[in-house]
């Protein structure tokens, strides 16, 4: 990979840190981030090849842009997530235990508490089971956050 991408017109930066994310646009070839694997969760194989899951791809663009400086639309990145809960393509645990070992389950968690109280068309992909172990805490987080907003 490193002799071919080249050859193809990319600039190569391998496990990039944030000042490489925030300054991608000065190189005069198209960059193309490699990021050494550490662990094997959240990847799949592919023709022989390891690939990573959508779960964890997703997880890490997430992290990329809120931690690394990596520029990508937040908007964008709930237009892809909502994609793939239409398709039913989303593994919630998968998804869950990935942000886990990213360090950022509190955010997707609290992210797709937001995502299933809305009434989309996806939602019923949501599986609220797999976020609280069960549906009728959707209900007392909701009556706990009333009492608490009325306790002003």
Not at 3 to 32: A, C, G, M
Not at 63 to 79: A, I, P, Q, V
Not at 98 to 117: D, N, P, V
């Amino acid at each position: 990979m490193h002799n071919l991408l080249p050859s193809k017109k990319y600039h190569i930066v391998l496990n990039p840190e944030q000042r490489d994310f925030e300054e991608y646009t000065i190189y005069p070839q198209t960059p193309t981030f490699i990021l050494e694997r550490k662990e094997n969760y959240g990847l799949t194989q592919l023709n022989n090849y390891l690939i990573p899951t959508p779960e964890r791809l997703w997880v890490d663009l997430y992290y990329f842009s809120t931690r690394k400086g990596l520029t990508f639309d937040s908007f964008e990145l709930g237009s892809i997530f909502a994609a793939m809960a239409k398709r039913g393509d989303v593994n919630f645990d998968r998804l869950l235990r990935y942000s886990t070992r990213r360090g950022i389950f509190r955010e997707i968690l609290l992210f797709l508490y937001e995502l299933a109280k809305q009434d989309l068309k996806f939602n019923r992909n949501v599986a609220m089971d797999v976020l609280f172990g069960r549906r009728d805490v959707f209900k007392a987080i909701d009556a706990m956050v009333e009492g608490a907003k009325n306790r002003d």
